[in-house]
């Protein structure tokens, strides 16, 4: 495959979103640009200026109308996809590190980030999906994370849960109706940041990336670790593919100690995973620095990184990517399909 | 594909001398032959010919989609042409990507390191002259033996025929006077014109193939007496590889023929012309 390099950013890339048609992806990064790509030639469709400082997250909403941002300028900002048009900006005491849309696209939450005299919460908004209709100031919920600030969080199936992973690398689970803490674990190392959480594409369970060097799929309502992804280095991201059982890692050397070493030695990958066996089946070199974030496309036909390098890379995959099958893999679908003749 | 059609159009807005038509042939297997003139900073016109091949991908999308790829261009993208922008979008290069059941984590990686580590461990200092380990610089025997089967280009003789250097090998003749010289003879070293003054030898490189030996002493020779022209040739061929060497009696008239033949003309070629640096690096 030959992956397409996108360079319209200055500096490091924060997070890289498809949205759910898979035509469309949205990058930010520390240069507080937004870009949209065409993802099938890697065309830059535009812009979104107005952000002060450098972008952490984005998410665009289920019809591809409506995209959130947040970053390090305490704000909040949703934007019309089509135009570039800024529709509202939430304004807060501290930076956004995340935004995530419901599966509906009718509530959109914010993490925000602990700083002195401010606690880490999460914010829910009502979104009215019109882009010409006004949106409301006011959250209608708030949870505050009084132990450990929460870095990442997301709508589990039907918006009934928000499941948060925390700075000290435990997983919570609140009530997206009441924000009630209702189960909370400790599924990574202690003090391991929990750096990303991706969703299955049926919102049943996720995938956590942690600074402790693995990942974990955890189930959605009990929060039981199904499987553990032990590698050798920081991750950054993970993320599930959708058609093929896998999973897609990220990572590498922190992002401080990168010019002291080697694009080889610096692990600056991407790593992925049989789901199900929890065995490493292949790497994809490019980067010359950690990834930031990987994301892949809805109908799991390729995925995207972004490095600390500045790049986002476009993978389309190819034939070998879907003919692989491990033994058993193979015979159960020899016995199907000779069952079905 | 259709947008390098399209992307003649700036070259042909701002030509001020008349450049002829741009030629759109079409050939008769299915390509087109795209010929565009433009003028270039320079002020030199360039005439591209470009074939290109085209080929129709029909693929179902979304109608969602469909409409998304003929949305207007925003923010710093606005106005430009459809098609992905050569300062944003490149091509990476190939990349092999197959998933395999027993993967090991890049052992060769590893390995690799662990290579060199031992190869450095490894390598010894050996002594040109008496095989011992040390610096060749280094050796007792320094004064009282050559370097053994060493023969530089620099010391291979002139005048000496091809064959009788390598002699020692080949059950071939070798004269008396010539034999144990490729064996690191001693006496014969000292004196005559086996002592060189290597502060007087000009190294030329870049010397057409069908130089003489004779045309190198011609040229050089105006700027001062040169006691020795080394030209290397092909065995085979018996033409010139590209390289001579000159010495000179004097070195100040090394050093001015240095000057003035370094770039100079010969053959086809353009001449390069330096000192030659010691074989031993003294």
Same mark, same amino acid.
């Given at each position: ?7 319209? @950013?200055? =500096? ?23 870009? +949209? ?6 065309? /830059? ?29 305490n ?17 807060f005491p501290t930076s956004?590190? =995340?935004?995530?849309?419901? +599966? ?8 925000t980030e602990r700083r002195s005299g401010h606690t880490g919460s ?14 409301? *100031?006011? @959250?209608?919920? /708030? ?6 600030k ?29 924000? #009630? ?41 009990? $929060? ?46 991407? /790593? ?40 986002? /890379? ?28 | ?16 001398? #008349? $450049? ?98 031992? *190869?450095?461990?490894? +390598? ?34 002139? *005048? ?27 006496? #014969? ?94």
């Open positions: 495959m030959r992956p397409i390099l996108l360079s319209g @950013h200055e =500096r490091a890339l924060t997070q890289v979103k498809y949205n759910p048609d898979g035509d469309i992806i949205f990058s930010v990064s520390k240069d507080h640009v937004v870009c +949209a790509w065409y993802s099938h030639n890697g065309e /830059r469709l535009g812009t979104y200026h107005g952000h002060q400082g450098a972008l952490w997250t984005v998410d665009v909403d289920p019809t591809s109308t409506l995209l959130a941002t947040g970053g390090a300028d704000t909040m900002r949703l934007w019309e996809v089509k135009t570039g048009r800024l529709l509202k900006t939430w304004d956004i590190k =995340r935004v995530e849309f419901s +599966a509906d696209g009718r509530q959109l939450l914010g993490v999460i914010v829910v908004y009502e979104i009215n999906p019109d882009v010409d209709a006004p949106q409301s *100031d006011e @959250h209608v919920l /708030r949870i505050i994370c009084e132990d450990s929460a870095t990442v969080a997301g709508f589990s199936y039907l918006a009934q849960y928000i499941i948060a992973g925390h700075e000290d690398g435990s997983v919570s689970q609140y009530d997206a109706k009441s924000g #009630e803490l209702l189960y909370n674990t400790q599924v990574h190392e202690a003090d391991m940041q929990i750096t990303d959480l991706q969703w299955a594409p049926d919102r049943t369970y996720f995938i956590t990336a942690s600074k402790d060097k693995s990942a974990k799929i955890l189930a959605a309502d009990s $929060l039981e670790v199904f499987k553990t992804y032990q590698t050798d280095t920081p991750l950054n991201s993970a993320a599930i593919t959708p058609v093929k059982d896998y999973v897609i890692l990220g990572g590498g050397q922190a992002a401080m100690d990168v010019t002291t070493t080697s694009a080889r030695q610096g692990k600056f990958e991407a /790593r992925f995973w049989h789901k199900i066996f929890a065995e490493e089946i292949g790497r994809v070199r490019g980067h010359f620095g950690p990834l930031n974030y990987v994301a892949v496309h809805p109908q799991g036909t390729g995925y995207c990184s972004g490095g600390e390098d500045g790049y986002v /890379r476009v993978h389309h995959f190819d034939k070998p990517y879907f003919d692989f099958m491990y033994e058993v893999e193979r015979e159960q679908a020899q016995a199907k399909a000779q069952a079905s003749l | 594909m259709s947008r390098t059609v399209g992307r003649s159009d700036w070259a042909a807005d701002e030509d001020e001398d #008349e $450049l002829p038509q741009n030629q759109i042939i079409k050939n008769k297997d299915g390509t087109e032959t795209i010929i565009t003139y433009a003028i270039r900073e320079d002020g030199k016109k360039i005439k591209t010919t470009r074939r290109i091949k085209k080929t129709v991908v029909k693929q179902i999308v979304n109608p969602r989609v469909a409409e998304r790829k003929h949305w207007e261009k925003f923010g710093q993208e606005k106005g430009k042409a459809a098609g992905p922008q050569t300062d944003t979008v490149s091509v990476a290069e190939n990349i092999v990507f197959r998933p395999t059941a027993n993967w090991k984590a890049s052992s060769d990686d590893k390995g690799e390191a662990d290579k060199k580590k031992a *190869d450095l461990k490894q +390598a010894k200092i050996k002594c040109r002259i008496c095989s011992g380990d040390h610096f060749t610089t280094k050796c007792p025997f320094k004064d009282t033996m050559g370097v053994a089967d060493e023969a530089t280009p620099a010391e291979m003789p002139d *005048d000496a025929p091809q064959t009788g250097g390598a002699g020692a090998g080949s059950g071939s003749y070798v004269p008396p006077h010539l034999r144990g010289r490729a064996g690191g003879g001693g006496g #014969e070293k000292m004196g005559g014109k086996y002592e060189r003054d290597d502060l007087a030898t000009l190294r030329v490189t870049n010397v057409s193939e069908f130089a003489e030996e004779q045309d190198l002493r011609d040229m050089f020779s105006r700027f001062g007496h040169v006691t020795r022209v080394f030209l290397a040739k092909d065995r085979e061929t018996g033409r010139a590889k590209g390289f001579a060497f000159v010495s000179y009696a004097d070195r100040s008239d090394a050093a001015k023929a240095c000057e003035k033949m370094d770039g100079y003309g010969f053959g086809h070629l353009i001449l390069r012309v330096e000192f030659a640096k010691k074989p031993d690096g003294k």
